[in-house]
């Protein structure tokens, strides 16, 4: 079965709720002892929170082209998208990488007339984490 065809039995208000719960219990990482220049302001943390609950949308799905790890080969996937910052980057669910979130880009290309809908930045992970990568 291709990987676009899996994961489509995903609750998308479970899906919003799981979302709102990482949003609401989301905590700055402490400061790595090797870590080397300034460490980021509770404020750049604080301002990037009210700007994901601003983003927060009801998940709805899409087609997203990326690159698969293993074959290098590009795989069309279905996402569902959880926040929408408004300036053509999204934060998508990706419900066949281990509940991972990737950070995606509106795509304006000839992908679009193929139905694709945006293109993965290639950063994964925890949903705040995403969209404060962005």
């Not at 053509?88 to 304006?108: H, K, N, R, Y």
């Amino acid at each position: 079965m291709p990987r676009y065809a899996q994961g489509m039995d995903v609750d998308l208000a479970h899906l919003a709720a799981r979302v709102r719960a990482s949003l609401d219990t989301y905590v700055a990482p402490d400061r790595h002892a090797a870590a080397v220049g300034e460490a980021l302001p509770p404020e750049w943390f604080e301002t990037g929170l009210a700007e994901m609950q601003a983003s927060l949308v009801s998940p709805y799905w899409i087609q997203m082209r990326d690159l698969d790890p293993t074959s290098g080969k590009l795989v069309i996937l279905r996402v569902a998208v959880v926040a929408d910052a408004g300036d053509g980057s999204l934060v998508a669910f990706d419900p066949v990488a281990e509940g991972e979130f990737v950070v995606a880009a509106l795509d304006t290309d000839p992908d679009v007339a193929r139905g694709i809908d945006a293109v993965s930045c290639g950063f994964r992970g925890d949903v705040v984490e995403c969209f404060l990568s962005r």
